[in-house]
């Protein structure tokens, strides 16, 4: 007995199909034909997959579907990546993929407007306490008493000024 992508490589063939002709009437791709009939069903992600487009191209061919996929699952049974039926239940995460899937919850644009009031008012508070603090101090205090000198104690370390400005 044929397996299933010997029968439908042969039935397209025998029908004057050619690969394109098929990938435009089932709207599989072509590089998924080619694996369908070379028998190369690792290309492929999961089993319906398979199933899917062998029930597409045997209709399109007029082949026997119920028996081709009969064949396609005994097929399946004895390859070692779809010989059983992926788990349903989810498999354990690391650390980072829960942190991303929090991550990828977060209502973005609620949380930029929260984030950028916060902001707002933080600065007002720092600012308020900031003014406070600084209308509260001596603007003197840092000086020591001898660094202020009056004018009247100056012994000739400037120029006086001139009473007049002479004119031209």
Do not use: C
Not at 39 to 45: P, S
Not at 75 to 81: D, Q
Not at 122 to 140: E, H, N, V
């Amino acid at each position: 007995m044929p397996s299933v992508a010997e029968q439908l490589r042969g039935t397209r063939e025998r029908q004057k199909l050619s690969i394109y002709d098929v990938a435009e009437a089932t709207k599989i791709r072509t590089d998924h034909i080619r694996a369908l009939e070379e028998g190369n069903y690792e290309v492929f992600a999961a089993p319906v997959y398979i199933r899917g487009f062998v029930r597409n191209y045997a209709s399109l061919l007029r082949l026997d579907v119920p028996e081709v996929l009969k064949n396609l699952d005994a097929e399946l049974a004895g390859t070692k990546k779809f010989s059983e039926p992926p788990s349903l239940s989810p498999k354990s995460d690391g650390w980072v993929d829960l942190l991303m899937l929090q991550v990828a919850k977060i209502n973005w644009g609620v949380t930029l407007v929260l984030a950028g009031g916060m902001l707002i008012l933080g600065l007002s508070i720092f600012g308020y306490q900031f003014w406070k603090r600084q209308q509260s101090m001596d603007p003197l205090a840092g000086l020591d008493a001898g660094m202020y000198r009056s004018v009247e104690t100056n012994k000739g370390e400037t120029f006086p000024l001139p009473s007049k400005i002479p004119s031209k």
